[in-house]
């Protein structure tokens, strides 16, 4: 079986050679008719020479694993692998099988939907490989692909040890009081904001509460931050937004040679990272001088790269990932709770009684805030897991590879094969969950606590083994703040339309079985959120 570490050394270079000429092509030619036959002219040439260098093959019948077909240039990702995962995870399997090939880029990326599948695959993902830059080419690389979510071996380690105390489990009690400070602050403004929550008594949960954990993690991570600096950070959320968008559109600047091309993302990109490194700079010369400042983590991270244990573009694309690409993470995870609590009133009657049962003092509630859910199963925790389950944050997972080949379903993927993770495959059409799967019902966490083994391969979240997300501890913090503020001083409801209430059932229940199939959702972001408003009622203007 040819293996990915002894392919021919002629492929990058054909492959370069067979996207140069695209791209001059695309520059000469004007016709619309004329693009797209070339179009499909080099994704059927890519996909002779793809399957003839990377071929998966059944060890018995000898024949392929099924696959779809390349398309130039981007294959399937991003924008079909995330933008379009929640319909295209079903359709994939539906007509590909329960074990598949992708393509991102030219880069093979073998789908897993079965858990028997995932624990043969992970492990021993202590010893995986992160694809290159996500495989999502230059733009991607250039923004993140040195970032510590997407290296491996040495230099993960390395990089590992030293940006990651502030976020170990065990700091996140220093950090209980000034989040739910920071929390209660947050929300008291925005409720006073035109007398009301966000716009009339509205609240979207994406839009409204999106700076809370960017500013908590700000403050983590820098210290407290003068005026100035913080402007000065919120006013790059914008263009990084921007910036990401392209990243997954692909298109060009997947390829390196982009660089040399006067394209607005490449420009765009340079400009970011420039400003990026100067606010740094600024940040730490601040957390440096600042009174009672030096203990901020972005000072032993700026002595890290001083001492040789990782590189200054490792720094600032780490820093790039912990507080723009995370806080997308964080705000997917809390934005679907805050949704599925205000179609389920009788959840959010029941989480709000158990909030206020643990809230008579500072360290009942701090306590209640930490617990593992492990340990100490709560409703809020069951909650928090059922809408993530119900809404992953993403369709497919990160791409990694494992050190050796795997036979699955009879099929010889060789070492170095990319695999990714189909979540909506692992988290609600997987019959463990039973008959009622698509149903946001916490209850079925607490009726059998789920953990260990039972769910090791069958819950995707913040991914398997010891490459899970790094800050994970922090965001739940986060999302169990916000979630406790606001349940103690608002009612959630939906805000629907007049054809969204005729489709919906009891409690603003969809009638289908996909929960909140009308609900809208953002799908220009590549983390699953929702986009709909929700009505915020004071409980003190709440008749008893």
């Known amino acids: 079986m040819l293996e990915l570490s002894v392919l021919p050394s002629d492929l990058p270079a054909l492959v370069s050679i067979l996207t140069g000429a695209t791209i001059i092509a695309i520059i000469a030619l004007r016709g619309r008719a004329i693009l797209a036959d070339l179009r499909i002219l080099i994704s059927r040439v890519a996909n002779i020479i793809l399957l003839r260098y990377y071929p998966i093959k059944h060890v018995e019948r000898a024949t392929n694993l099924p696959f779809l077909p390349y398309i130039f240039p981007n294959g399937q990702g991003n924008v079909e692998k995330f933008l379009r995962g929640r319909a295209n995870s079903a359709k994939w399997e539906n007509e590909y099988g329960g074990l598949y090939r992708l393509w991102s880029g030219m880069n093979g990326e073998v789908v897993l939907t079965k858990p ?30 040195s970032c510590l979510g997407l290296i491996s071996g040495q230099p993960w380690g390395a990089m590992k040890s030293s940006v990651e105390a502030p976020f170990l489990h065990g700091s996140m009690s220093q950090y209980a009081a000034d989040v739910q400070d920071f929390t209660a602050v947050y929300l008291d403004h925005l409720g006073k904001e035109n007398d009301a929550f966000g716009e009339q008594g509205k609240l979207h949960p994406v839009r ?6 960017f500013l908590v993690v700000a403050k983590i991570v820098y210290g407290r931050l003068n005026e100035d600096l913080e402007r000065d950070l919120i006013g790059l959320i914008l263009p990084r937004e921007d910036l990401f968008k392209s990243v997954i559109g692909g298109g060009i600047t997947r390829f390196a040679f982009s660089r040399f091309l006067p394209l607005p993302a490449i420009q765009a990109l340079h400009h970011f990272k420039r400003k990026w490194a100067q606010w740094n700079d600024r940040a730490h010369t601040h957390a440096l001088k600042g009174p009672g400042q030096s203990t901020a983590p972005v000072v032993a991270m700026y002595r890290a790269v001083e001492d040789g244990n990782m590189t200054r573009e490792q720094l600032l694309q780490t820093l790039d990932e912990i507080l ?67 809404r992953p ?39 463990f969950w039973g008959a009622d799967r698509e149903r946001f019902r916490p209850e079925r966490w607490l009726e059998r606590q789920r953990s260990g083994r039972d769910l090791r391969y069958r819950y995707w979240r913040f991914g398997f083994g010891p490459r899970t997300c790094l800050g994970k501890y922090l965001a739940e913090l986060i999302i169990r703040s916000v979630i406790v503020e606001i349940l103690e001083n608002w009612h ?48 003190a203007a709440r008749p008893a």
Request: hydrophobic share 40%.
């Open 116 to 145: 028997a599948h995932v624990e043969v695959v992970f492990r021993d993902s202590q010893n995986h490989t992160k694809a290159h830059a996500n495989n999502s080419g230059y733009l991607m690389d250039r923004l993140l692909g």
């Open 208 to 213: 409204d509460l999106k700076l809370l954990p």
């Open 324 to 390: 723009f690409a995370n806080i997308d993470v964080t705000m997917g995870g809390l934005s679907w709770v805050l949704v599925f609590l205000a179609a389920h009133p009788d959840v959010q009657e029941a989480l709000r009684s158990e909030v206020r049962g643990q809230s008579s003092n500072k360290a009942t509630r701090n306590n209640y805030l930490l617990s593992s859910w492990t340990t100490t199963p709560t409703l809020l925790g069951a909650c928090i897991l059922e809408a993530a389950r119900l």
């Open 393 to 431: 944050l993403a369709a497919f997972s990160v791409p990694q590879s494992c050190p050796s080949p795997r036979i699955l379903d009879g099929f010889e993927i060789p070492a170095g094969t990319n695999f990714v993770i189909d979540s909506y495959a692992l988290n609600i059409r997987d019959a």
């Open 492 to 539: 959630l409801a939906l805000e629907t339309t007049a054809e969204q209430r005729e489709k919906a059932g009891d409690n603003g229940h969809s009638k289908n079985s996909d929960e909140g199939r009308n609900w809208p959702w953002d799908d220009e972001v590549w983390i699953h959120s929702p986009d709909l408003l929700l009505k915020c009622e004071p409980l």
